[in-house]
């Protein structure tokens, strides 16, 4: 299995509210496996990242085995579960993972934080025994996420059988928030929620295309990156670890994500029991829309999450028909108007203080001691040409100064006068010419009509991510996957020829310069344009016309033309990425495009 970076460890979650959606289904669909009935699962204690989430709630259907005399529902004995392979601290794996930590211990399988001593970096590690009733499912399901590669999930880095053990290997981010935290502060802001509602639906619906679904969306599966981003973690595994199915995993998946925009506005979980430390909606009231449970919530988010929400089978939303899949969800929160984030908020400065000169005083009056005569004051000069002789002075020298410039332009007026009518035409001609001179150009961001993926070799660069890079916004970004052994992209034949982003300027513009704000710093870029009479150019010899050079770029590129490049079509290449977490890891992407005209 192809490793790919560090991120974040996905720990067993095994309480918390399930969605009514999952509570009714019944068959395994989308690659998840099949469940067979049981209880909830009782977690041993948090992990990294994980919080210790409420037990009340609506439980998802659960297929793991009970442990050994637990009773189910009906008071019968259920069938004991495979029982958890004694390993400890300081154990290896394949000569190369090792266990530091057990963060959770339950129902047959063990979740831990471990060291990958090859690459020399931590890692998450999720054990069971090869004869566990799961065992196969979670297998197929850890090698279902692993092909995914899509960034927006923690990665599965690898799944194998052996010595009589199942184990999957998958990232550990440490410096990542969960959103159980984020929410435990409160409420979060209107563009934060937006971020937040955007990205995960994006994402799932990535996932669903591919036939993955995730059906244990909690807040303890969202993480949150420095660069805020949001990460999904446990993607398929998370459920065939504890056995859940659905009917429709779409519609499951699609109002947990619901469910966490109305946490996120609310800092209320949308059911009346409490979990994930929220606390529920009041009893016997139904659902009710964030904005009528806290004042000030953005009314088109709260919208949109009762859009995603099911309330005894139907949408509680009256105005707009409710959003069944994922897909559906991203496509509602691309139409509404784009939340922008708050104004930055500036400290007032102090208060001006004036200094003892301004107050009129030199310094603090010295103290005398007692019995001393006060000390008389020395007579201050008056300062010069305050007497009469210094007025008069005064007064002589402007109308000196007066009479020399008037004799001065009386002689400049004569001898423009005494010209020759020659001299006269070419002052005129002159003078005109200088009128005609045309204004500075004032530089100006050109209109982007559209833009897309170049990949001249094949595809497979997230093509569906380009608009990012062109809407506007610096916190969203193109990001390429990730690339192992060389900075060309791996070294793939498919990839000789870079990736990039060609924009369309709807018309050939003159084109002053370009500022590219870059995902990441120290990939190797170049500009190029087309060449005026250019139509729909896709491969690299259709854009001739040089822009920048092809160098090393920082955080930002950005270049000046003294003479500007005629073209409708601007292609920003990027010929080989930037370190990644590792040395051996690479990955690029472009956050935002500017075309100067």
């Not at 435990?184 to 639906?201: N, T």
């Not at 609310?266 to 409490?274: A, S």
């Not at 529920?280 to 000030?296: C, E, M, N, S, T």
């Not at 990939?523 to 016309?545: G, I, N, T």
Request: hydrophobic letters at 35%; a negative charge.
């Amino acid at each position: 299995m192809a490793e790919r970076s560090t991120a974040a460890v996905e720990v067993a979650d095994n309480s918390g509210d399930e969605p009514p959606a999952a509570q009714a289904d019944k068959a395994t669909t989308d690659g998840v496996a099949k469940a067979q009935k049981t209880e909830d699962d009782k977690p041993a204690k948090p992990g990294p990242g994980e919080s210790a989430e409420s037990a009340a709630g609506k439980p998802a259907k659960s297929g793991a085995g009970d442990s050994a005399g637990q009773a189910d529902g009906k008071g019968r004995k259920a069938r004991p579960a495979a029982t958890a392979p004694e390993l400890h601290s300081g154990h290896k794996l394949a000569r190369r993972y090792r266990l530091e930590e057990c963060v959770t211990r339950l129902d047959g399988f063990s979740s831990w934080r471990a060291v990958d001593e090859k690459l020399r970096r931590a890692v998450g590690v999720h054990l069971l025994p090869a004869d566990h009733p799961r065992a196969r499912s979670v297998l197929a399901a850890a090698r279902s996420s692993a092909l995914l590669g899509d960034p927006r999930f923690v990665q599965v880095l690898d799944a194998v059988e052996e010595d009589d053990l199942v184990y999957v290997v998958h990232e550990w981010l440490p410096d990542a928030t969960e959103l159980t935290a984020i929410l435990a502060a409160g409420p979060m802001e209107a563009h934060d929620a937006y971020q937040l509602v955007i990205q995960l639906s994006q994402a799932m619906a990535a996932a669903h295309r591919e036939g993955l679904a995730h059906l244990k969306l909690t807040p303890g599966a969202v993480l949150r990156s420095s660069t805020g981003q949001y990460r999904i973690r446990g993607l398929a595994v998370n459920a065939a670890l504890r056995g859940i199915s659905a009917e429709r995993p779409q519609r499951t998946d699609t109002e947990a994500i619901g469910a966490l925009l109305y946490a996120a506005l609310t800092q209320r979980w949308p059911y009346e029991t409490d979990a994930y430390g929220l606390r529920g909606l009041p009893k016997g009231v139904g659902l009710i829309a964030p904005d009528q449970v806290r004042a000030g919530v953005h009314r088109g988010l709260s919208e949109i999450a009762m859009r995603a929400l099911v309330n005894e089978g139907a949408t509680a939303s009256r105005q707009e028909p409710p959003c069944t899949t994922p897909d559906e969800l991203a496509k509602a929160v691309a139409e509404m108007p784009r939340v922008r984030p708050p104004e930055p908020t500036f400290a007032a400065p102090p208060e001006y203080q004036r200094t003892t000169y301004q107050q009129g005083s030199y310094a603090r009056p010295a103290t005398r001691p007692v019995g001393q005569p006060p000390v008389q004051p020395v007579p201050v000069p008056p300062p010069p040409l305050q007497s009469r002789t210094g007025k008069a002075l005064k007064w002589t020298v402007s109308a000196l100064l007066i009479a020399a410039l008037g004799l001065a332009s009386w002689q400049v007026a004569d001898h423009m006068l005494n010209r020759n009518n020659t001299d006269g035409t070419t002052q005129s001609q002159s003078a005109e010419g200088d009128q005609e001179k045309p204004a500075p150009r004032v530089p100006k961001n050109l209109k982007i009509d559209g833009v897309s993926a170049f990949a001249p070799d094949g595809d497979g660069v997230e093509a569906q991510d380009v608009p990012l890079a062109a809407d506007g916004d610096t916190d969203t970004a193109w990001i390429t996957p990730q690339y192992d052994g060389y900075a060309n992209y791996g070294n793939l034949p498919h990839r000789r020829g870079g990736s990039g982003i060609v924009v369309d300027l709807g018309s050939v513009q003159d084109v002053y310069g370009v500022d590219v704000s870059m995902y990441r710093a120290g990939q190797k870029v170049q500009v190029l344009a087309a060449d005026e009479d250019a139509s729909s150019p896709a491969a690299l010899s259709d854009f001739p016309r040089r822009v920048t050079e092809l160098e090393k770029t920082d955080s930002s590129l950005k270049a000046t033309l003294d003479k500007p490049v005629r073209t409708r079509y601007v292609l920003i290449h990027i010929t080989e990425l930037a370190p990644d977490v590792s040395a051996n890891e690479f990955r690029g992407g472009i956050s935002e495009i500017k075309v100067i005209g």
